[in-house]
């Protein structure tokens, strides 16, 4: 139902950051749990990192302490700050809102992916 654009990925060194954007064209942004996920080629997707309407987030252990997920419900965007990149971080990384704000059911809506590539 609602569209997801990300953007913000591409080539960087490793141990250099990124910061990725997803933009969401609904009037209820708000009330949605968001979520960033990556996936590798014939590999299944993994979440990366979680955050709630209300604020609580989640993060993969691979992730710990390197990224942050956040959001900003006046300009209906999520965002996940990497640093501190390692090769193992390339794929491509996918938004995802939660209509049930991670609740017990899981309907929702996917964006189209960016890639992140960390390579030197």
């Known amino acids: 139902q609602v569209q997801l654009v990300e953007s913000g990925g591409g080539l960087v060194q490793p141990g250099g950051s990124l910061r990725l954007s997803c933009a969401a064209s609904?009037?209820?942004?708000?009330?949605?749990?968001m979520g960033w996920y990556r996936q590798a080629p014939g590999k299944q997707r993994e979440l990366v990192a979680t955050i709630t309407s209300s604020g609580s987030t989640k993060y993969a252990d691979s992730v710990k302490g390197r990224f942050t997920i956040s959001r900003d419900n006046a300009k209906n965007t999520v965002f996940l700050q990497m640093n501190s990149l390692i090769p193992e971080d390339t794929d491509v990384y996918y938004c995802?809102?939660?209509?049930?704000?991670?609740?017990?059911?899981?309907?929702?809506?996917w964006g189209q992916g960016t890639q992140v590539t960390v390579a030197s």
């Open positions: 995802y809102a939660d209509y049930g704000d991670y609740g017990p059911h899981d309907y929702g809506s």
């Open positions: 609904t009037t209820i942004f708000s009330i949605y749990g």
